[in-house]
């Protein structure tokens, strides 16, 4: 049986075009997860260059929620990584957080779950296209069989590696690793994480996102829990 190689991954910037996602008092999700998706993809290259990189998006258009792990089946990618920056109604809440498939702890997430879900509701015939699923009702959750129990492992795995990495080497307070029932990590095929870089909300770590040097402290710490993860895997 021939080594598993790590060959494709899919990097998705979370929300976009008419989309902004959360808004901070300076800054609109949007953009920050825009320009880090794009910097740890141009690491990848750079240092990874047996990976492919594709990207949901690599400008202000807004691919629907549907299509972004489409993405990644379509291609056979071998990851799948969704980049985020939260918010919370409490302006002291502050740090990362990452997250794979799973509907344990699920109540406690669920005010994120329902706001990254909600994103269907700017789509134009969501109705027919989601078959039904209603982001905003903890019943429309059941029907997530858990698809990625296959993957789970290396989900965590990846997981794990990225609040690693943004606690001992950006310095950054990490929030741990979550489980929930995101629609971007029901379908792929594939280990898939969803990454909160931190809260647009907390005016301190807005700034920090915003910066050059923070966007690039935060997507060297994905590169570097994706290329550790990838030796990890195929067993180096």
Known sequence: MPAFRMKKIVLDAGHGGKDPGNI??????????????????KYIKENMPDVEVIYTRNDDSFPELKKRPQIANNNKADL????????????????????????????ANFDIVKKENSVILLEDNYEEEYEGFDPTSPESYMLFNLTQKA???NS?????????????????????????????????????VLVELGFLSNSAEEQ???????????????????RDYKEQIEGK
């Open 24 to 41: 901070g008092s300076r800054s609109r999700e949007k953009d920050i997860n825009l320009a880090v998706t794009l910097l740890v993809g």
């Open 80 to 107: 799948f990584v969704s980049i985020h920056s939260n918010s919370a109604t409490n302006r002291a809440a502050f740090g990362t957080e990452t997250f794979v498939m799973g509907t344990k702890h699920f109540e």
């Open 151 to 153: 993957y789970i492992g």
């Open 156 to 192: 965590i795995t990846l997981a794990e590696h990225i609040e690693t990495q943004f606690r001992d080497r950006v310095g950054r307070k990490s929030r741990g690793v979550k489980h929930g029932p995101f629609y971007v990590l029901w379908t792929p095929s594939m280990p898939s």
């Open 208 to 226: 920090f996102l915003m910066s050059k040097q923070g966007q690039e402290y935060m997507a060297s710490a994905i590169y570097r829990s994706i």
